[in-house]
C-alpha cells in the first residue's frame, strides 16, 4: 500500500479508500468488521460512510456509521484510522427537498458523531448541493464547524464544477476553510448520458477534470469500479440490466479490450487495473472501492502497490 499526501490531514491517507455503504446491512456486521479488519491488515486507513447509509433499509437508520463505531470500539483503533462521513443528503421520500441549512447540516453531523463514537470527523462531506442556497452560508457553516473542532477537514460531494469553485473562491475571499476534495461518481467507465436513476448525482466530467488537474484539488470518486462493469464482462457473470443500461457503450466496450489485453499482459487483475487507472491521475485522486466479499476486496486492492505511467493510464482510456 502506498500513501498520498493530503494537505492537513491527520495521517497520510492510504490509496485506496474502503466504501461501506452496505455495512450493516447487505453486509452482516461479522462480514462488515471482517472487510475493515483486512482493509487494515494490509495498509488501508480511510473508510468512507454517510449518515445516510443503510437507511434505505427499514429500522436501520444509518447503519453503515454505527456498524463502523461498534468495529471502532472492539478495536481500540481510532488513532491508525480516517474516517470521512457525509452528511445533509435529502430524505429519502422527498429528494426534490434539500437540507443544507445550518441547523440540518449541524444535526446530521451530530448524530454521525454519536454513531460512529468519535469526537471530530476526520473529512466530512456534503452529501449534496443546494443551488438556490448562497454558497457562503455553506461555507460560514462549515468552517463554524471546523473552529468548533467537530470536523477536521471538509468537502463537496455530487457538487457542480461552478460551484464548486464559487464555494473555494467565497473561502479564499474571506480567510475560511475551503473545500478540501470533491467526491463524485468516476470510473474508467463512460456514464450513458439519463442512465442514472437519480438526477442529484454528480459525474465527472472535462470541465471538472481540467480544473482539478489545474488546482490539484483531491478527488474521491465513488462507484470506481462502475459496479464491476468490466469484471463482469470478463467472467461472464450475470450483470443487472441497470448496470448495462449505465455502462454498455462503444467506448467502454473498447476500454474493455485494452483492459483485458493489459490484464494478460502484466497478469494484473481487471478490478485492480480499473482502480489503479484512477489512481495514475496527474491530480490527488482516491478512489473508494466496495466488495462484497474478502475475495473481491483483495483483488481490488492489488491495486495499492501498482501504479500505472501516464502512457498505461492513457492507453486504457484512449488506446494512445
Not at 452528511?87 to 444535526?107: F, K, T, Y
Request: charged content about 20%; glycine content about 8%; overall charge negative.
Amino acid at each position: 500500500m502506498w500513501y498520498r499526501d493530503f494537505p492537513n490531514m491527520r495521517l497520510r491517507p492510504s490509496c485506496i479508500c474502503l466504501g461501506t455503504a452496505d455495512f450493516g446491512t447487505a453486509q452482516s456486521e461479522a462480514d462488515s468488521f471482517a472487510q475493515m479488519d483486512f482493509f487494515l491488515e494490509h495498509g488501508g486507513n480511510i473508510l468512507d460512510t454517510a449518515h445516510i447509509y443503510g437507511t434505505w433499509v427499514a429500522g436501520q437508520n444509518s447503519a453503515s456509521e454505527k456498524t463502523i463505531g461498534k468495529w471502532l470500539k472492539s478495536r481500540g483503533n481510532r488513532d491508525a484510522v480516517l474516517i470521512a462521513t457525509k452528511g445533509a443528503h435529502p430524505d429519502l421520500g422527498n429528494m426534490a427537498v434539500q437540507r443544507l441549512s445550518p441547523a440540518e447540516i449541524g444535526r446530521d453531523l451530530d448524530e454521525s458523531l454519536a454513531h460512529l463514537g468519535i469526537d471530530t470527523v476526520d473529512l466530512y462531506w456534503l452529501h449534496r448541493d443546494d443551488p438556490a442556497r448562497e454558497v457562503g452560508e455553506i461555507v460560514t457553516t462549515m468552517d463554524n464547524l471546523v473552529k468548533k473542532g467537530k470536523i477536521r477537514l471538509w468537502g463537496l460531494s455530487n457538487w457542480r464544477c461552478s460551484r464548486f469553485r464559487e464555494a473555494v473562491a467565497y473561502s479564499r475571499a474571506h480567510g475560511l476553510s475551503e473545500p478540501a476534495g470533491n467526491q463524485l461518481l468516476w470510473s474508467l467507465a463512460t456514464v450513458n448520458p439519463g442512465s442514472g436513476g437519480d438526477p442529484t448525482i454528480v459525474a465527472m466530467d472535462g470541465e471538472t477534470w481540467e480544473y482539478h488537474r489545474e488546482s490539484n484539488t483531491a478527488v474521491m470518486p465513488f462507484t470506481s469500479q462502475a459496479r464491476g462493469y468490466f469484471s463482469k464482462l470478463r467472467s461472464g457473470a450475470q450483470m443487472q440490466d441497470w448496470v448495462r443500461n449505465t455502462y454498455e457503450n462503444p467506448a467502454n466496450l473498447a476500454r474493455f479490450e485494452r483492459l483485458t489485453e493489459l490484464s494478460a499482459r502484466t497478469g494484473v487483475a481487471i478490478e485492480a487495473l480499473v482502480v489503479a487507472w484512477l489512481t495514475a491521475q496527474p491530480f490527488l485522486t482516491i478512489p473508494i472501492i466496495s466488495s462484497r466479499n474478502i475475495e473481491q476486496l483483495a483483488r481490488s486492492l492489488a491495486a495499492a502497490d501498482l501504479r500505472l505511467d501516464a502512457e498505461a493510464r492513457d492507453y486504457l482510456a484512449e488506446g494512445v
